[in-house]
């Protein structure tokens, strides 16, 4: 996101820099911004570094990139945030989850729960970006839904062969990153970490011997048993290749509602399918409770191993009750397709749906047009930021 | 010997669609090159030594500007040209003619297969192999020298002594093996296209002992040492010393450097390695995908002594 709209503001002929943790570094290759790199040793010594920064760049404003991940950042290194506003220097947050509505508790790994400092009021400017925030023109909402993907027909074709697809099948896309894989050590995390796309390849296998699943993500699932040749993984790619990647795609399968990739996707007519779960259990019987039909036998066996079950909008981490009322009339929601993992029938009627019908197709097509539209209507982040700049007490971001 | 040379990336486009494309080129639908920079980089290294330059691409011989392109280094003093080509126009006798007169001395034309059904499910390009077929034939009529290259996949490792035994019939004068380089296009088939070093070798050697019956030249491009352990002294890199190339509008100083530098990695057991600067290490495209556990330290005192120390190999 923070790239998103430096990337904005350098188009505009303002100049961006950062100062970033060394885990994020690689997402700033290849782009023309300078970088500062944080390294976990340096603890309360950022305070310092954040100053020296300051003093000798003037900045005409800091941003948070966004407010959630730069305050567990500060806490982390054992430095309260609140010292960035001792500077002269505009403070301008991005609140991607709108906190004014989500609030600062966080669900995760059952019943699991963090808390994130909450300052976000002491701060005058906030950015509130769409999606994930409801397009509504409010103070601070500003369109990063990002520019629709359009390649051309043959290298579109290429991409495909080269997968190893067919010009008769079908791809169906699912992304993971770093942080999916594991999380933080917790067990339970973990489990569903590792089980989750097992269950999806089982959806996928159910949808016919045309249709494949294109992984893109740091490391491959053992998925072969069940879609043999039909899955591929591919390795965390460039922003160019993963864009052709993405527009070579018939469906994006997500487990993370407020995934760019999504987005992306929904900005590129691309339809997306987004599975949730809502399943608390520590059981078999908790887990088939809350099923409208009795599970399958794969399914049974899959929810077996993979207890306990815990709410997730980001598999893995969770953010079910968090993301609530951020989603509730949401037209985001409206561009995707949103399924509970455990309903199986439901996953497979609705992908099927977007693969083989072209009514389905185009009824979630135009409900993405829909949406890009509404975006559309709504100030870029740079506009924005031009407006808190120059004093614009309307932009000013209270709740 | 080794020689200074130019090389220049003439033109993004082609008209095959391989599948393991370095340069990505069925990626791109107009070109990025700029003809003009082309002119300048060839003009301002003119008298500075270089004895050949090496056009490629892309496919070169598609660029609309290739003839003036060829007259142009002729009329700066350019001892040599080398074509980097598909030969698809080359089957054409009259534009295979109109090359060599116009300089061209070494063609390096690739040749990934031995029949139509391995050559041109890669290239993309139906009928593509015959017409490569007639221009290696109608370039050696000229006179010229050829190599060929073969990038080595899934989809031909099985094939290599035949495609060897293809290049001899047809008069080929180099025939170099090239380890897949796993960016460009292929980065969409890592695992489809990529083999083990364990299935290149069990073909990659009776297709270098084919050629070298034949009297051919050999060489293999890419590999990192230890996995070709027993042909360590076939290794390409000594060739050309000194690449200055122009990619893109960028000046490449030190082409060999460049590849060391930014396109491989060493892997742990590459630490002790005796030849560990002269190898370069290992693609880390590869090593994704694979994991480093088929390489080593090369073998040193004790262990059997490939032609390491043969006259094709320098040291930096």
Request: proline share 7%; hydrophobic share 40%; net charge negative.
């Amino acid at each position: 996101m923070g790239i998103r709209v430096a990337q904005q503001l350098h188009e505009a002929g303002d100049e961006a820099s950062f100062v970033v943790h060394e885990r994020s570094l690689p997402l700033l290759t290849d782009t023309p911004f300078r970088r500062v790199p944080i390294h976990d040793h340096l603890g309360p010594l950022i305070k310092l570094l954040i100053e020296s920064q300051i003093a000798e760049e003037k900045p005409d404003s800091i941003i948070l990139a966004d407010y959630f991940t730069a305050t567990v950042l500060f806490l982390g290194l054992g430095v309260d945030p609140r010292f960035l506003l001792r500077f002269d220097t505009p403070l301008i947050a991005i609140d991607t989850w709108s906190h004014s509505e989500t609030g600062f508790v966080i669900d995760g790994y059952g019943d699991r729960t963090r808390e994130v400092a909450n300052w976000i009021d002491e701060l005058p400017f906030r950015l509130r970006p769409a999606p994930i925030v409801r397009p509504v023109p409010r103070p601070g909402v500003c369109t990063i839904l990002p520019d629709p993907v359009r390649i051309a027909r043959r290298v579109r074709n290429h991409v495909r062969a080269n997968i190893g697809l067919t010009s008769s099948d079908r791809a169906v896309m699912f992304c993971t990153a770093q942080w999916q894989y594991a999380a933080n050590n917790d067990e339970e995390a973990t489990l569903l970490a590792e089980n989750v796309p097992e269950l999806l390849a089982y959806y996928v296998s159910k949808l016919g011997n045309d249709v494949h699943l294109v992984h893109v993500g740091p490391a491959a699932y053992p998925l072969s048993g069940l879609l043999g040749e039909r899955y591929h993984w591919l390795p965390a790619l460039s922003p160019d290749q993963f864009d052709m990647v993405l527009g070579s795609m018939d469906l994006l399968l997500s487990a993370n509602i407020s995934a760019t990739t999504n987005a992306k996707a929904v900005a590129s007519s691309i339809p997306v399918v987004v599975v949730e779960n809502s399943c608390l259990a520590g059981t078999v019987e908790e887990a088939e409770a809350g099923l409208r039909e009795p599970p399958s036998p794969f399914l049974g066996e899959w929810i077996r191993r993979s207890l306990p079950l815990y709410p997730f909008r980001l598999w893995p981490l969770g953010f079910h009750d968090f993301l609530q009322p951020v989603l509730q009339d949401n037209s985001y929601c409206t561009a995707m397709e949103v399924v509970e993992l455990l309903d199986e029938d439901r996953v497979v009627t609705v992908c099927g749906g977007l693969l083989n019908s072209s009514a389905a197709r185009e009824d979630l097509l135009q409900c993405q047009a829909a949406y890009a539209g509404e975006t559309a209507r709504l100030p870029t982040p740079v506009e924005i930021i031009e407006s808190f700049l120059s004093g614009d007490a309307e932009c000013r971001s209270s709740a | 010997m080794p020689i200074k040379c130019l090389s220049v990336h003439l033109t993004d486009l082609c008209n095959s669609k391989c599948t393991f494309c370095v340069v990505g080129s069925p990626l791109y639908t107009k070109d990025t090159i700029v003809y003009e920079r082309v002119v300048q980089f060839l003009h301002e290294n003119a008298n500075n030594g270089y004895e050949a330059v090496n056009l490629h691409g892309g496919e070169a011989t598609i660029h609309p500007r290739f003839f003036d392109t060829l007259e142009y280094i002729r009329d700066l003093g350019y001892p040599e040209v080398h074509l980097q080509t598909n030969a698809i126009a080359l089957s054409k006798p009259e534009f295979a003619r109109r090359v060599v007169e116009l300089g061209v001395t070494l063609f390096i034309i690739s040749l990934h297969g031995h029949t139509p059904e391995v050559q041109d499910s890669q290239t993309g390009t139906p009928g593509g192999l015959m017409r490569t077929l007639d221009g290696i034939r109608n370039v050696k009529q000229q006179g010229a020298r050829v190599r060929t290259n073969t990038v080595i996949t899934r989809q031909n490792v099985t094939s290599l002594p035949a495609i060897t035994q293809l290049a001899v019939d047809v008069g080929v004068d180099h025939i170099n093996f090239s380890n897949l380089h796993p960016v460009g296009s292929a980065t969409f088939a890592l695992e489809r296209i990529t083999p083990t070093f364990a299935e290149v070798r069990e073909y990659l050697y009776p297709a270098i002992d084919i050629a070298a019956a034949a009297g051919r030249r050999v060489t293999l491009e890419g590999f990192p040492y230890c996995a070709v352990v027993e042909k360590a002294g076939f290794h390409l890199n000594n060739e050309y010393r000194d690449i200055r190339m122009l990619m893109r509008g960028v000046v490449i100083e030190d082409y060999d450097a460049f590849m060391s530098d930014t396109c491989r990695v060493f892997v742990p057991p590459c630490g002790d390695c005796a030849v560990r600067d002269l190898c370069g290490g290992v693609y880390p495209e590869y090593v994704q995908l694979r994991g480093w556990d088929e390489f080593s330290a090369f073998p040193t005192a004790g262990s059997p002594q490939p032609a390491l120390a043969g006259p094709t190999l320098t040291s930096h």
